[in-house]
């Protein structure tokens, strides 16, 4: 036989052997009101679409195969207060387009809106509603799971410590957050041993933290905003993370925590009318640049050895306390092009947008004016100024503080005022 007809031959033999051992097409599986989504779960194959239409339904589902859960117009799915309402246990499980509900509300059973039990990997929740579930989802040791487009809203009636959080993620890899707006739960997000993840474009508002982050390396938070929160982002005893593009405004302690964190880039983004725009604590070896602080009760709250850090470019404006500062010795930043302070009142004779004297966070003048509010009046006067030369000149009147030897005259970015009195509310 010749050999191209022989290859043609077995070409031909291994492509019908194949033919005959593919698995038949996914089927569709139809759910209507009055019917049992759970039964339809028992009898689809893996990689079968579930289609679930419009209705009330009650109970709570476990699917534990491969399969597409997908709400034709919002069904609901009903937990009745009991357990998780939808428990996952199979890999490439996507849950989309459904009202979850009514989970438990035990907090030692970490009852769920969706569960995702260890070894879910590639789970997909997106487009659902959660309604009064103790945590929206829980994902555990499930690595790759996709979390978009979601709106979570907790038990609100539940007292703080009650309620769950809104995403949890513990001992992940790969997670993709993405595009959910959450409130009224514990944590908006709780992150722990989780790793090369992205957090972007969530809305985190109404509940104890925004974000409550430890022990994760190489994530990335980005363009993600917090508001009405104690806190917005808290992200602690962390590695190589960007944080990048985040609004944190009106929380009623800090907009955005840095603590034990390494090796990071902290930068674009906007934290205004905090009571502390940022809290940065045991913080080393990071790039904070080009970050709008506006109107918060203390600008930044720089504690615990924070240091070899670049800090360049940033806007620091408006705050009533623009560093609070406590060390031994003075901390230099920008050193390579500057800041922009507010409340600087050297000149710039040579016109290259940079002061000729450097400006020093808390000097003798701030401390005064802080216990002795009427003396801002006076901030742009010649003896005001010339006490400021003379704190500077006499080291026994001063205190170690932030010095940036290149002061900005102009904010880097103009458009800061769009960001000023928006305050966590207080009740009168």
């Excluded at 970490?110 to 590639?122: C, E, L, R, W």
């Excluded at 040791?141 to 709106?151: F, G, M, Q, S, W």
């Excluded at 513990?170 to 993405?178: L, M, V």
Aim: overall charge neutral.
């Amino acid at each position: 036989m010749h050999p191209s007809l022989r290859l043609l031959i077995t070409l031909g033999t291994a492509a019908l052997l194949a033919g005959l051992t593919t698995p038949a097409t996914a089927a569709v599986w139809r759910v209507k009101a009055g019917e049992s989504i759970q039964v339809a779960i028992d009898r689809a194959e893996p990689g079968d679409t579930i289609e679930i239409e419009r209705a009330r339904y009650f109970g709570h589902l476990l699917v534990d195969k491969p399969l597409t859960l997908r709400g034709i117009n919002r069904p609901t799915i009903d937990g009745e207060l009991k357990e998780n309402t939808i428990s996952v246990k199979a890999e490439n499980v996507t849950v989309e387009g459904l009202i979850v509900a009514n989970s438990g509300g035990d907090t030692l059973y970490q009852h769920a809106g969706v569960y995702i039990y260890p070894g879910s990997h590639k789970a997909v929740v997106r487009n659902c509603d959660f309604s009064y579930t103790l945590f929206g989802m829980w994902i555990e040791k499930a690595d790759d799971v996709l979390i978009e487009n979601n709106l979570i809203t907790g038990k609100r009636d539940f007292d703080s410590p009650r309620r769950g959080n809104g995403i949890q993620l513990y001992n992940t890899q790969r997670a993709r957050i993405i595009g959910n707006n959450i409130s009224f739960v514990r944590d908006a997000i709780y992150v722990d041993v989780s790793h090369d993840a992205i957090f972007r474009g969530n809305k985190l508002h109404h509940s104890r933290y925004g974000t409550h982050y430890m022990t994760s390396y190489r994530n990335l938070w980005e363009g993600n905003e917090t508001w009405y929160n104690r806190g917005g982002l808290a992200l602690m005893e962390v590695r190589s993370q960007v944080v990048r593009n985040n609004i944190a405004w009106g929380n009623s302690d800090h907009g955005i925590m840095l603590r034990t964190i390494q090796d990071s880039v902290i930068e674009g983004n906007i934290v205004a009318g905090n009571q502390r725009g940022f809290f940065i604590y045991d913080a080393e070896y990071n790039e904070i640049r080009g970050n709008r602080v506006i109107d918060n009760m203390v600008g930044i709250h720089l504690w615990a050895g924070s240091k070899n850090n670049q800090v360049e470019t940033n806007d620091f404006i408006a705050n009533r306390e623009q560093i609070r500062y406590v060390a031994a010795r003075d901390m230099i930043w920008g050193e390579k092009e500057g800041n922009y302070w507010s409340n600087y009142l050297g000149w710039d004779r040579n016109g290259d947008d940079i002061g000729d004297v450097q400006y020093e966070a808390n000097d003798m003048v701030d401390r005064l004016s802080w216990r002795h509010p009427m003396m801002k009046l006076l901030l742009a006067s010649p003896a005001v100024q010339t006490l400021r030369l003379v704190g500077q000149q006499f080291p026994l009147l001063r205190a170690p503080s932030i010095v940036d030897p290149k002061p900005r005259m102009q904010p880097f970015n103009p458009d800061w005022s769009q960001w000023r009195g928006r305050y966590f509310p207080r009740s009168k």
